[in-house]
């Protein structure tokens, strides 16, 4: 049902915006105008919000969340704007009778990629809950003129491409060239007597940097909630390159400018790999100083320069340790700019951040070569040492003479040239430290913090990861979405508990063939997207079963390519078996720098190759590698999925997010207990779950044994001739040596364990096949897993995180004015 007076208003706005802001008649107008003036149109209903919400936040002054994260992986803005204001059926009338098709609009929109996978994008859903849960934020982040490249495949390789998602306008963003802060990079220090007579300590840049804000707003779901996400564009100052301008240096000046505007030119592609690049850490601290900048100015526009109080007006979240400079940036701001003394500036520091670690893998935690972070940051590096010695101290104070122990905790790994370890920074500077699932909490505080847990028991928690159901159902898969709500009434996009209801009718045979009619309708539609897109014609018949999220060995995209290869054997071998047919859909980039993840990449395309065309197993197994895996191309993947190939070895995926967007769309997991899948299968029941493969204690076990990977070779026929076709040219067109570096692997350490959950993994995809003949079964259970996700709501999450963490309370926003 559309309102008549709205779709009248979308038409009226739209054409306005297409002559006012655009200068076009309509029938000049591209698509690219189209999606322009459509999304100024809708800009002009969120702006409303956005009024509204910081007039009441300045008036009612409570506390404000700050989220500081080097990523947001927000997706496509439009869709999901006219999702929460509730405008999808009207936008999309108006648009029709104005003869234009709103999906072919919406699919104008470069997403903005600014983030590499799983934390960014939980940056995103949790601004998303945020705002619809009303409480009062500010996202701090860094506008990166080129997000996370795009990705081609040539060859069955993959290549990088720049991805120049400004180069067709934003409109989502508004600058705000007033809003500035000044960083200093480089440089020395020198203490000097104020004229109190104290010691302070002066900082003498190299550099001088300027942070501009980019706003974007970010709307709640249906309310009147539009909250701000700030992002820092680096410009050159004007001082500096106007003062060698004046001395005839016009080169110098212009040098200046574009050395400046390098630090928010391009997101790093890695993700869990560090390398210690200087430029990461300008970045880094350029967005952290702006930030704390921006909440010492408000706070000081709105109750003066006494900063004792700082902490009650902001609770700030350390994204991870790339934002954890924050720690010594704060002490410098308020012991050296602001005049306060340590003790207290510590105080408030420790009760302002907290901190979230997204990951276990050792070679992904962040450490800065003390050479080069007091080159970058001298007065930092002098704050570290500060904090680092008074640290010191009290751990010696509570353990004395236990010298290792105070190595260990150290915020100065004294091994291989000395660095700052950002992990302890954000440790000892917070008040609370979070892991993001079950498990991962339970292992961080048993080994990669373990000490720190050991000195403050109760700074841990852990705070489960969870999506939003607004963008993962609601807007991806409104063929479900509209099931649901015709069957349980539309609340359950705000409260997802709500959608236990759904319980009862597992077993009501008329709703499954319902639930059954929408995922085959997504299955016809992935499948025309798949053709298009990687060229391969899949069966919306058969079992569509997907593995996409960063190529990583640790997901092990691998160990299912050896399970696809051991199905196809074994269908060339039993050409009657009954056995479902399959289509196995990868997608996910690897880092440009991460060869093995490269070599992954090419060994989906060269099994995709031999599988498909063989035509005694074509009608049964198809493989496809679905290019440039990104938040807008997610879209038709999570809503058409049954299987979700949840892999990874035991104790290695933090959390997993991707996890529960295939589950909440009606997927069933073949998993490890590994991540929030331990969670996942709790709530859905073990029964509605395919569970596989080594805990984290047995793998202890195992390494502690001895283990030797080439004993399953030997001991396991099927084993041994799924890796000898890898080994003998029979996917690489004879050639040898391409997948030597895997099977050398796989052969040699076998650091992921692929081969010693081979096993488990083939007999588990067995019963899934079991399971897939039974119809009714599979729906039942499919039914069972989207009935049972509503703890890993994003909004659950957050609800967390403001009693447990933030104590923030919600401050609706009454009055929206036109
Ligand atoms: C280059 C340094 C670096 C290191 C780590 C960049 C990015 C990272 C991130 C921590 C990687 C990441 O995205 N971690 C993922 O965070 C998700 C959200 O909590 C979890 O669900 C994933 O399990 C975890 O891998």
Not at 45 to 68: G, I
Not at 188 to 201: A, I, L, M, N, S
Not at 361 to 387: C, N, S, T
Not at 467 to 477: H, K, S, Y
């Amino acid at each position: 049902m559309t309102d008549r007076a709205i779709v009248e208003a979308v038409k009226k706005e739209y054409c306005e915006a297409l002559f006012a802001a655009l200068g076009r008649f309509p029938e000049a107008a591209t698509p690219n105008d189209r999606y322009l003036a459509l999304s100024l149109a809708v800009r002009r209903q969120v702006m409303r919000r956005w009024v509204a919400t910081s007039e009441t936040y300045y008036k009612r002054a409570s506390r404000t969340v700050c989220y500081l994260s080097a990523e947001f992986l927000l997706g496509p803005h439009l869709g999901n704007n006219l999702l929460n204001l509730g405008l999808q059926e009207e936008a999309r009338q108006a648009m029709s009778e104005l003869g234009h098709d709103l999906d072919a609009i919406l699919a104008q929109e470069e997403e903005p990629g600014l983030g590499n996978g799983g934390l960014g994008r939980l940056a995103a859903c949790y601004m998303d809950s945020l705002a619809t849960l009303e409480i009062p934020t500010l996202g701090y982040g860094i506008r990166y003129e080129f997000g996370i490249f795009d990705q081609l495949i040539r060859d069955g390789w993959q290549v990088e491409k720049t991805d120049k998602w400004l180069a067709l306008g934003n409109p989502w963003e508004t600058p705000r060239p007033e809003i500035a802060a000044d960083v200093f990079l480089g440089g020395h220090t020198e203490g000097f007597q104020d004229d109190r007579g104290r010691y302070r300590v002066r900082w003498a840049p190299e550099r001088v940097v300027r942070g501009v804000a980019y706003d974007v707003p970010i709307l709640g779901y249906r309310n009147g909630t539009a909250n701000l996400l700030r992002l820092w564009k680096a410009e050159a100052t004007e001082s500096f390159d106007f003062e060698a301008f004046n001395q005839g240096d016009y080169w110098r000046a212009v040098d200046q400018k574009v050395d400046s505007e390098n630090i928010t030119k391009v997101l790093y592609p890695n993700d869990e790999l560090v390398k210690g690049k200087r430029l990461r850490l300008e970045q880094q601290y350029f967005f952290v100083s702006c930030s704390l900048q921006d909440m010492i100015r408000i706070y000081r526009q709105r109750g003066g320069d006494d900063l004792s109080r700082f902490h009650e007006k902001y609770a700030v979240q350390l994204n991870d340790t790339h934002p954890a400079v924050a720690v010594a940036e704060l002490m410098r701001l308020l012991v050296d700019v602001h005049g306060m003394g340590w003790d207290e500036a510590w105080e408030i520091t420790r009760r302002t951040f907290a901190y979230t670690n997204h990951t276990l893998l050792p070679e992904a935690l962040e450490k800065w070569k003390v050479e080069m972070f007091g080159a970058v940051l001298p007065r930092h590096l002098e704050i570290v040492y500060e904090i680092n010695r008074r640290f010191l101290d009290e751990v010696r104070h509570r353990f004395p003479g236990d010298d290792t122990r105070a190595a260990r905790l150290s915020l100065i790994d004294e091994a291989a040239g000395r660095s700052v370890r950002m992990a302890h920074l954000a440790s000892v500077g917070s008040h609370r430290v979070n892991g993001v699932a079950a498990l991962h909490t339970e292992l961080l505080k048993a080994d990669v913090l373990r000490d720190f847990h050991e000195l403050w028991p109760e700074k841990f928690l852990n705070v489960t990861n969870g999506v939003t159901p607004r963008r993962f159902l609601a807007l991806a898969n409104p063929r479900l979405a509209a099931l649901i709500t015709e069957a349980i009434g539309d609340g359950w996009p705000k409260d997802l508990e709500g959608l236990r209801r759904l319980e009862p009718l597992a077993k009501d045979a008329a709703f499954r063939a319902k639930w059954r009619a929408v995922k085959r309708a997504n299955k016809a539609d992935l499948a025309a997207v798949v053709e298009a897109r990687a060229g391969v014609a899949c069966d919306p018949d058969s079992l569509f079963d997907v593995q996409v999220k960063r190529i990583h060995e640790y997901k092990r995209q691998h160990l299912n390519v050896l399970h696809v290869i051991a199905l196809w054997q074994r269908l060339r071998r039993e050409p009657k078996a009954k056995v479902p047919p399959r289509s196995v859909l990868f997608g996910g980039k690897a880092a440009p720098g991460y060869r093995v993840a490269k070599l992954m990449i090419k060994l989906v395309h060269s099994v995709a190759e031999v599988v498909n065309s063989d035509p005694a197993t074509r009608d049964r197994l198809r493989v496809a590698f679905v290019p440039d895996y990104n938040v807008k191309n997610c879209m038709p993947i999570f809503p058409a999925a049954e299987l979700s190939e949840q892999i990874s070895t035991a104790g290695k995926e933090a959390s997993g997010t991707g996890n529960m967007k295939f589950a909440m769309n009606g997927a069933l997991t073949i998993g490890t207990l590994d991540g929030a899948n331990v969670e996942i299968r709790e709530a859905v029941g073990a029964e509605n779950f395919f569970l596989f493969g080594l805990t984290v204690d047995e793998i202890h076990r195992l390494r502690a044994g001895g283990y030797r990977a080439r004993d399953r070779y030997e001991s396991d026929p099927v084993l041994r001739a799924v890796v000898d076709a890898l080994a003998d040219g029979t996917f690489s067109r004879d050639d040898t040596s391409l997948f030597r570096p895997l099977v050398d692997s796989l052969l040699g350490d076998d650091t992921w364990l692929l081969m010693a959950d081979f096993r488990s993994y083939v007999e588990c995809q067995g019963e899934v096949e079991r399971a897939y003949l039974d119809t009714e079964r599979w729906t039942r259970m499919s039914i069972l897993n989207t009935a049972r996700m509503g703890f890993f709501s994003s909004d659950r999450s957050i609800a967390d995180y403001c009693r447990d963490v933030w104590r923030a309370t919600p401050v609706p926003i009454e009055e929206v004015r036109s």
